[in-house]
């Protein structure tokens, strides 16, 4: 869709997403995908060349949108670099270049050849390890990865520890990139759909993948926030553990999730003006999804699912889907699903099909994973 929070935007407005044929590798799979444009040209800086891979690079990418590097380094010399944690959620993290070093092993002893570093690469905590360097950040360094609830929880990882004295700032987000395992894996699972997804459509029959970067900088809020400012004011985290990729056919703990985040932040179903649905376009998951939803909020609250736009980026789906929901929080923007054609009328959601200009106060952003991980945040605009 764009880099950076204008173009993000401007796409949201337009209406204009970022899903094309799959031309990803030698991936030969009739579907579409959200392929990041340019990822294989950036090159990390030196000092950090061991963390040379796809993941990584699409990490630095983001991390030097809108100014976040200036940003981080303002947290850090406001509150010491050790106080400054760095919070990341990936589901496959660096493993393309796995594969690619599988591809030239040894022909005889099947060795992966030399210039393979699975630490700094494949590793789930690569990530997070490159960001905290290349940020020049030493507080405590987590990645999660349960799944598709892997970036949202991150700030509920971060704000614990505000909460516990241990640090007074975190970098959070999610970062996940294309790779031959999710493709093929989800294929084989029947998950993938031959055209651009559908979330909550009547014709759903799949997801499309994708792949992003997203970061936010977390802090204590003040005592008098300035108007405008995007607050994080509850989150819910539960664990049905249903079953190993399909999810409780009631919600029950997508339900769980986004009673908890109301509570946390004090406020009613009736307080939230918009919601962020998981909205994968399978028809097990958004019919799940809905049951959930329209159990706790009344039929006209508008929802709708940005993964028309997106695809599905898996692990980094929560942090990016965060990003949307502040951006409609600052702009007065709820956007509308891309791609659905005819809501599907057993789903018992107001879901959003064009656009809505309003001004909302509290939305809630929901994401939930394999093994019935489940995760919701509802945030705020101050003012």
């Not at 959070?172 to 029947?190: A, I, P, R």
């Not at 970067?213 to 204590?220: D, I, K, S, Y």
Request: net charge negative; proline share 5%.
């Amino acid at each position: 869709m764009g880099r950076g929070l204008a173009q993000t935007l401007g796409a949201l407005r337009a209406q204009r997403g970022g899903l094309a044929p799959c031309r990803f590798d030698t991936v030969d799979l009739p579907t579409f995908v959200g392929e990041v444009q340019g990822v294989d040209e950036v090159v990390l800086p030196a000092p950090w060349a061991a963390f040379d891979c796809r993941n990584n690079r699409l990490a630095l990418l983001g991390l030097r949108q809108d100014g976040f590097e200036a940003a981080a380094a303002a947290a850090a010399e406001r509150h010491g670099a050790q106080r400054v944690g760095v919070f990341i959620g990936t589901s496959t993290s660096g493993i393309l270049q796995t594969e690619l070093a599988y591809r030239r092993r040894d022909p005889h002893s099947g060795a992966l050849p030399a210039d393979f570093h699975y630490n700094t690469t494949h590793n789930t905590f690569s990530v997070a390890d490159f960001t905290r360097q290349y940020l020049g950040l030493a507080g405590p360094a987590v990645v999660v990865s349960s799944a598709c609830s892997s970036s949202a929880k991150v700030f509920a990882s971060a704000q614990r520890m505000m909460r516990a004295g241990l640090i007074d700032a975190a970098v959070v987000g999610g970062v996940d990139s294309l790779c031959l395992t999710t493709l093929y894996g989800f294929n084989s699972l029947g998950l993938i759909s031959g055209q651009a997804c559908r979330p909550f459509d009547a014709g759903r029959d799949g997801i499309s993948i994708g792949e992003a970067a997203a970061f936010a900088l977390l802090e204590r809020a003040p005592a008098r926030p300035r108007p405008g400012d995007v607050l994080l004011l509850g989150v819910g985290e539960s664990s049905d553990a249903h079953h190993m990729s399909s999810p409780h056919p009631e919600g029950l703990g997508a339900r769980l999730a986004m009673e908890q985040a109301l509570a946390a932040a004090g406020l009613g179903a009736a307080d939230i003006d918009y919601i962020n649905l998981h909205g994968t376009a399978t028809p097990s998951n958004d019919a799940a999804e809905a049951k959930a939803v329209a159990a706790l909020f009344s039929a006209g609250v508008p929802c709708s699912s940005t993964k028309g736009a997106t695809g599905h980026t898996l692990g980094a789906a929560g942090g990016l889907e965060a990003v949307v929901c502040a951006l409609a929080l600052q702009h007065g923007l709820l956007p509308g699903g891309l791609n659905t054609r005819t809501p599907d009328p057993a789903l018992p959601v107001h879901y959003l099909v064009d656009n809505q200009q309003a001004a909302p106060r509290h939305v809630l952003s929901n994401s939930f994973g394999f093994g019935g991980t489940n995760c919701s945040l509802l945030l705020g605009r101050a003012g």
